[in-house]
């Protein structure tokens, strides 16, 4: 009885943020808002309906009336590709779904001719960090997003489509990892040779330098026999502990779209790991390996670097 009340009670949320988008949203068929700000062409656009939604539900419809601004808007095929559709939504808190649209706001009316070329660190609306990385006659890309149009001008600034939802920063390297349920083992290793690699520790809470890390997930140390448990990894020695995590790191952002089937250099002694990439899936090979680790989630953006989950800890 109670999940079936559950059940109805969602579905009827559902029903109603639809209903509360129609009827905010409906005009005479021969009148359009002018001059039209950002949340008039989201709310006036076939193509925008879920992120139309998240506007709505998060409650932001007035800050995106605000002056000077850029919208980086994902299409509805944007979200599907990303695994996020209206219910999905609904079951976020408003601050959550608040933040989400906010990420994807630059303060600053930005056409895509004034990006300049190679890659530069942002604050997003929302006080997270993204990176914009313009490749010389290629596409631009926010994070792991491609621009699909760009310089949709509006009262108040313009929108460039994107083709991903972007996911919000969430501070530096060493909090994500401290604060991911899946992550423990790691943060626990990094824990265990802070006094033996303080420059490594140093490394992933500060800005200087950006980093990508391949972090294996908690049943990738499950897996691992020398690190299967939180006392084992304690117990270890600091130093070859210290190698295999730097044999994870690499120095420079590397966001899915930019990884190559070929080789990289890790921050352990320049050795270096193969990453192979298909349409389908991106592994990655440690040298002593037998199989290889698949990265589970991508592109995990933070402050100071990226995060790709991976299943299997790399041996060099």
Do not use: W
């Not at 949320?13 to 949203?25: E, F």
């Not at 969430?170 to 909090?175: A, E, F, S, Y």
């Not at 040779?193 to 049943?219: E, M």
Request: overall charge positive; some cysteine; glycine content about 4%.
């Amino acid at each position: 009885m109670t999940n079936s009340f559950s059940l109805l009670l969602s579905r009827v949320s559902v029903i109603m943020l639809l209903t509360l988008i129609s009827l905010g949203c409906k005009k005479n068929d021969d009148t359009v808002a002018m001059p039209q700000t950002i949340t008039d062409r989201v709310q006036e656009d076939s193509q925008f309906t879920i992120l139309k939604a998240a506007v709505v539900y998060g409650g932001v419809s007035d800050a995106l009336k605000a002056g000077n601004l850029t919208l980086f808007a994902p299409t509805d095929s944007a979200f599907q590709a990303s695994g996020i559709s209206i219910p999905a939504i609904l079951n976020m808190s408003r601050d959550q779904v608040r933040n989400l649209v906010l990420y994807h706001v630059l303060y600053g009316a930005v056409q895509s001719t004034q990006i300049p070329t190679g890659q530069k660190s942002v604050e997003m609306a929302s006080k997270g960090i993204a990176f914009v990385t313009n490749t010389s006659n290629g596409p631009i890309y926010v994070n792991n997003a491609k621009l699909t149009r760009t310089n949709i001008a509006v009262a108040n600034g313009y929108i460039h489509t994107i083709n991903r939802v972007l996911t919000p920063s969430t501070g530096n390297l060493l909090m994500t990892i401290q604060s991911n349920a899946n992550l423990t083992f790691l943060a626990a290793a990094i824990k265990r040779i802070t006094t033996s690699n303080p420059t490594l520790v140093a490394s992933l809470s500060n800005t200087t330098n950006n980093v990508t890390i391949f972090a294996p997930n908690d049943a990738a140390f499950k897996a691992d026999s020398r690190y299967n448990t939180i006392s084992a990894i304690e117990s270890a020695d600091a130093q070859t502990l210290s190698n295999t995590l730097l044999y994870h790191a690499t120095s420079g952002l590397l966001f899915s779209n930019q990884l190559q089937t070929g080789t990289l250099t890790s921050l352990y002694n320049s050795n270096r790991f193969t990453l192979t990439v298909t349409s389908s899936q991106t592994t990655v090979k440690g040298n002593k390996n037998q199989t290889s680790a698949t990265i589970k989630q991508t592109d995990l953006p933070m402050s100071n670097g990226v995060i790709h989950i991976i299943d299997q800890v790399l041996q060099p």
